[in-house]
């Protein structure tokens, strides 16, 4: 983008920020190194660009910002560099990494009156929920979120949902109903890189199969089944363990496959043994039931 139109975006920062943002412009001119601040300043102040949004408001560890497409939204989000959520912000709302399946959707499947069911499983702070939301006017839908501290983000950011059901669940999702415990041994720490194991701590969170879920809330299909959860893929998609009747009743799933864990080959072999085709987009495998297609692709 050009600079013109770096300028004429200030309308989208508060004074303060906008100061920083031409600071940093003027040092990046001078080929002046910025500070970590005026860096993070203009990553977020990017991402508003690219998602249109504006700055509401922030404290000395959260930008507030709000986004009017569609609706409105007022998005909590974590400051640099301690948190991701300004790198999830941009790939779900100025990249756009859901928009695939959506398309995979509408290609496949005819919308009707009835509301869509939506399962959003590894909801983060519920931006994946939002954007669903922005594309489908009418939406039943479930998140799931393990990490105590990105599920208070998400229920803040999931308190206008134009009108849909939401259903906010701060626990995980396995391939039985149990205990399990978050573990962050990765190298960058962040808090969307942890996994999760089976525990018998009593302290453990709650863990649920997607069966389980289905009956709790009364879903009779998944229109999109939505999966990032930092591996414990593997276990949902194991054959020998998980009940995969829920693939039945599965239009159009969005994974992303971790492969430090080894499961690739066995997510394929399930989806391929129910009638699934699929391909991969950007990190996503995004995979469509062709036993329950209504609009055939071309």
């Not at 591996?231 to 998609?237: D, H, L, R």
Request: aromatic fraction near 14%; hydrophobic fraction near 35%.
């Amino acid at each position: 983008m050009a600079k013109t139109n770096k300028i004429s975006n200030l309308k989208r920062l508060n004074i303060k920020n906008k100061f920083i943002v031409v600071l940093y412009l003027i040092k990046r001119i001078l080929r002046i190194k910025p500070t970590e601040n005026e860096e993070n300043v203009y990553i977020y102040y990017n991402i508003l660009i690219n998602s249109n949004g504006y700055y509401f408001g922030e404290t000395k560890d959260e930008f507030v910002s709000e986004l009017k497409d569609n609706f409105y939204k007022r998005i909590k989000t974590r400051k640099k560099p301690k948190s991701s959520d300004l790198d999830a912000f941009n790939m779900i709302y100025s990249k756009k990494e859901y928009l695939p399946v959506i398309k995979a959707y509408f290609d496949s499947f005819n919308l009707n009156e009835k509301a869509l069911c939506i399962i959003d499983a590894g909801s983060n702070i519920g931006l994946t929920t939002l954007f669903f939301i922005d594309y489908f006017k009418k939406v039943n839908i479930v998140c799931i979120e393990p990490e105590l501290e990105n599920f208070k983000i998400l229920d803040y950011n999931l308190k206008n949902c134009n009108d849909n059901t939401v259903y906010k669940i701060n626990g995980a999702v396995w391939s039985k109903d149990c205990n399990i415990k978050v573990i962050n041994d990765f190298k960058d720490k962040l808090d969307w890189s942890f996994r999760v194991e089976e525990t018998t701590e009593a302290s453990g969170i709650k863990a649920f199969s997607i069966d389980s879920i289905i009956k709790n809330v009364g879903f009779d299909s998944i229109d999109i089944l939505k999966i990032d959860i930092e591996g414990s893929e593997k276990q949902i998609f194991d054959k020998n363990n998980s009940n995969l009747e829920f693939l039945k009743i599965t239009k159009c799933i969005a994974i992303e496959i971790h492969d430090f864990f080894d499961c690739r080959r066995q997510i394929y072999d399930v989806l391929d043994f129910y009638g699934f085709t699929y391909f991969n987009e950007g990190e996503l495998t995004i995979a469509v039931n062709s036993n329950l297609l209504e609009n055939k692709t071309k």
